[in-house]
């Protein structure tokens, strides 16, 4: 019960005790107070153990054996030991270096010289070595002779508590780092109460590193039997073929691409081309991967290694694709894209076959990857013609994103160049107003185009000029998607032309339209040709029996004069210009040298210089100039022309 605490529920009361008074200490003895120790406690439970009185206490206190039993012997003192002899021949040795900086050398920057530091116990002085290097051009050896380092300006010197593993000494100037120590200096440091931090390796020497490298022995390796030489001479030339797919058809717009890897097996090279077919919808650009040797896994480097401004190197990547990575059926990663091989030429399975043992060459033909052969594609749907410019100029801009001129016959443009066939027509139309109206239809023969114009006629109450831009004219119900053109074959005598809702009829034509017609009679039909020769009749005799003869229209009142004025007029011209050369061209008609020049002579000279070749007009020149009997005027009246 006495092991319970004295907490309530923990205690019980003995029933055989009655009588709880507290002994009297204090008692009186021949009139003095004494007192006394309890010999019971409450409840009259005898108390075990003895106590002393005050009275006995003060006596202990004060008591003193050598009072009593006399003084003892002092214990002799230790022999005195000086420190020259307790740490004689004790030493704390550490191991260090220090870094000294070197300066204008291209060879190194800076030389770390390991040092030995030295304590000495008995009487704390120190000593700095050098170890000794082969070769260091350096006096070595004994740094700083052996006395007590000072430690600052207060005169304290260094003692053997400031010394620890991974700390600095500055002294003289110099900055020691402390790096190891022997045994016995560890040993001796713990049993004086001082923690040894860990160990740390000193330095070496870059400079003297490079000269031990330069002074050892060289191994050389032999060369292999197929070295790079033999490469360059026995496979230059020599290139693998494989035919592969790129599948991108998982990412959206994507399409199955084929394509064409190179591998030159004189460098180990590979590069990856296109395969570009008519309207594939990608740029004509041929290659897709230069030639250039491809690791396996390009990202299977180092994270130390700056990808963002340094290149991938041999040292980087050790293992690139080689002819034993590339087969029938192989699916290689070049940068990311997953080409499957599924055919290869000749050269390359006989290099299998050779070299590899491989004699399957099956072509894959797998429904998984090529696709299924009846896919059917979605074709472009041409818009229909706006009606704006030309039709091939139209088709052009559904064609291509940038438009480009339409393709012209180069050798039918300079087969036809400057060949023009002129017909005469009137408009026929409804309209009093438009009746009567004239105009000259140029047909081009370069480029089958055809122009309109309309001669200025006076009091007709119309603008005359340009009435169409050389194009070409579609025949009337010709499809956009096949349109049909006018060809030269359509224009005849009484033939009616409809240009862009206007309607014309022939009704004459240029005598140089009859000249080509019958020189390539295959390509006009019968009517053609007869309704020609009806209007222009036998060509024999005609003055106007040239490629660009003028037409001849039905002159109106006051016509005869105003054509004479304008002949007039282009003569006195022709002598401002020519005034010297009148001689010569009056001796070239006169050649028997009569001194006279005939009618016919004076309508060829119309005829070069592009003058009307009308009878009336020459006739009434000739009487204005003075002719003879005979029609014939001499050099004098030539002149007059002239004037």
């Not at 870094?99 to 060879?107: A, D, G, M, R």
């Not at 030159?264 to 041929?286: A, C, I, Q």
């Not at 106007?544 to 003869?549: I, S, Y």
């Not at 003879?628 to 002239?642: D, H, P, W």
């Amino acid at each position: 019960m006495n092991g319970l605490p004295f907490l309530p529920g923990n205690t019980f009361r003995d029933p055989t005790k009655q009588n709880y008074h507290i002994t009297q200490t204090l008692g009186f003895k021949n009139g003095h107070r004494v007192p006394k120790h309890p010999e019971f406690g409450p409840g009259a439970d005898r108390l075990n153990f003895n106590q002393l009185s005050e009275t006995e206490l003060a006596l202990l206190e004060n008591y003193k054996p050598s009072l009593i039993y006399g003084r003892a012997k002092p214990e002799a003192p230790d022999n005195f030991v000086p420190a020259t002899v307790a740490f004689d021949k004790k030493v704390l040795r550490f191991f260090g270096y220090f870094k000294q900086t070197v300066y204008e050398s291209p060879n190194e920057f800076f030389r770390v010289r390991p040092v030995t530091i030295l304590y000495y116990l008995e009487d704390d002085s120190m000593q700095i070595f050098e170890d000794p290097v082969e070769n260091s051009g350096i006096p070595q050896g004994k740094l700083i002779r052996r006395h007590k380092f000072p430690k600052n300006d207060q005169g304290q010197t260094f003692s053997w508590k400031d010394l620890n593993l991974g700390e600095n000494l500055s002294i003289y100037g110099h900055t020691f780092r402390i790096c190891d120590c022997d045994d016995f200096t560890t040993k001796w440091l713990e049993s004086e109460g001082v923690i040894v931090n860990p160990p740390e390796s000193i330095p070496k020497d870059p400079y003297i590193e490079s000269r031990k490298k330069a002074s050892e022995l060289k191994t050389y390796k032999t060369k292999s039997d197929f070295d790079k030489l033999r490469q360059f001479i026995e496979m230059d030339r020599k290139v693998l073929r494989f035919y592969a797919v790129w599948d991108d058809r998982a990412n959206p717009f994507g399409e199955l691409r084929p394509f064409v890897i190179h591998y030159y097996l004189v460098d180990d090279t590979l590069e990856v081309r296109e395969v570009h077919k008519p309207n594939d919808g990608h740029d004509p650009f041929p290659v897709l991967i230069k030639r250039q040797k491809i690791p396996k896994n390009r990202y299977n480097v180092k994270s130390t290694f700056a990808s963002i401004y340094l290149e991938l190197s041999d040292d980087e990547i050790k293992q690139y694709l080689r002819p034993h990575d590339l087969g029938m059926g192989q699916v290689v990663n070049i940068f990311g894209r997953n080409f499957t091989i599924y055919d290869m030429d000749n050269f390359t399975k006989a290099f299998y076959y050779q070299n590899m043992g491989v004699t399957d060459f099956a072509p894959l033909r797998d429904e998984n990857v090529f696709g299924k052969p009846s896919q059917a594609y979605a074709r472009m749907e041409i818009a229909p013609y706006n009606g704006y410019g030309s039709l091939e100029d139209s088709l052009q801009n559904c064609l291509y994103l940038v438009p480009e001129p339409p393709k012209k016959d180069y050798i039918k443009l300079l087969e036809n160049q400057h060949k023009v066939l002129r017909y005469e027509a009137l408009m026929e139309t409804s309209k009093l107003e438009d009746k009567g109206r004239k105009f000259i239809i140029s047909y081009r023969l370069s480029d089958d185009s055809i122009g309109i114009y309309e001669p200025p006629m006076r009091n007709s109450g119309v603008i005359g000029g340009k009435f169409l831009e050389f194009s070409r004219v579609a025949r009337p119900g010709s499809t956009l998607d096949s349109p049909k053109f006018y060809g030269p074959q359509d224009f005849y005598i009484g033939a009616v032309i409809n240009i862009f809702k206007h309607k014309f009829r022939i009704v004459g034509a240029d005598l140089f339209v009859l000249k080509f017609a019958e020189e390539h009679a295959d390509q006009f039909p019968p009517q053609t040709l007869e309704s020609l020769r009806a209007h222009l009749g036998d060509i024999t005799g005609r003055v106007d029996a040239k490629d660009r003869g003028t037409i001849n229209i039905k002159r109106r009142p006051g016509d005869f004069d105003r054509i004479y004025n304008e002949i007039r007029n282009k003569l006195k011209a022709s002598r401002i210009t020519n005034s010297e050369d009148l001689r010569q061209m009056f001796l070239k008609y006169d050649a028997d040298r009569t001194g006279y020049i005939s009618k016919e002579n004076i309508k060829d000279l119309f005829r070069k210089v592009s003058l009307p070749l009308d009878d009336d007009i020459i006739d009434a020149m000739m009487q204005e100039a003075g002719s003879n009997e005979n029609g014939s005027i001499n050099l004098y009246n030539f002149v007059k022309f002239f004037e």
